[in-house]
Nanobody, 125 residues
Framework: QRHLVESGGGAVQPGGSLRLSCAPSGFTLDFYTIGWFRQAPGEILREGVS?????????NYADSVKGRFTISRDNDKNTAYLEMNSLEPEDTAVYYC???WGAGLSLLTWEYDYWGQGTQVTVSS
């Protein structure tokens, strides 16, 4: 069964950095748009954070993370990444990566086909 596996989460102080990784199980990422989402404590909905097209040429970001987060991918390593800098307590959430086949950028959860189980990011002093 196709799914994704996230790693790299943890606990950091405000201003710190983390790099999340996303690897597929059962398929390759080459022609998939990858999205990163997060679900904050107590929130029902997942917020779209960033997405990147299959070639890595195009990407977008939520306003709340622009200038602090960077999405990337290495198709040779079959892995996508989310570099998070200048982390704030408001970034505390479970972070999920997701994949959608051959499509453009999207920060909408219902447009994605495959999901990971999530990785916890906690920003606290």
């Amino acid at each position: 069964q196709r799914h994704l596996v996230e790693s790299g989460g943890g606990a950091v102080q405000p201003g710190g950095s983390l790099r999340l990784s996303c690897a597929p199980s059962g398929f390759t990422l080459d022609f998939y748009t990858i999205g990163w989402f997060r679900q904050a404590p107590g929130e029902i909905l997942r917020e779209g954070v960033s997405s990147i097209t299959g070639t890595g040429e195009n990407m977008n970001y939520a306003d709340s993370v622009k200038g602090r987060f960077t999405i990337s991918r290495d198709n040779d390593k079959n892995t996508a990444y989310l570099e998070m800098n200048s982390l704030e307590p408001e970034d505390t959430a479970v972070y999920y990566c997701a994949a959608r086949w051959g499509a453009g950028l999207s920060l909408l959860t219902w447009e994605y086909d495959y999901w990971g189980q999530g990785t916890q990011v906690t920003v606290s002093s």
